[in-house]
């Protein structure tokens, strides 16, 4: 998987490319873990995320988490039909902010 991380103020936009697996989920969270503090609003792009496993959940609501705590929000943007799947199959469209 390839994360393309970009920063302007509080803001973070991250482009995930691949496979977001028990394999990769790491990958993530140490990208999202080694933004600054004040990075509160954080996009996350999954236009060419083809997988999510539940490790991958596990990392955006973990996120989610911590944008809430620093007061932002987490915005997920562009899911493909199969993750957009994922995300009503576990109730979870309902926590997350998705932007179709």
Known sequence: MD?????DG???TIVLNG???V??????ESA??????EVNEFEIDLSDLDYISSAG???LVSTEKTA??????MTLLHPNEEVAEVFDMTGLNAVFTIVE
């Open 3 to 7: 994360i393309k991380t970009t920063q």
């Open 10 to 12: 509080n803001k973070a």
């Open 19 to 21: 496979k977001l697996s």
């Open 23 to 28: 394999a990769t989920s790491p990958d993530l």
């Open 32 to 37: 999202i873990q080694n933004l600054p503090a």
């Open 57 to 59: 959940l596990r990392v």
């Open 68 to 73: 809430a705590q620093r007061g932002g929000k």
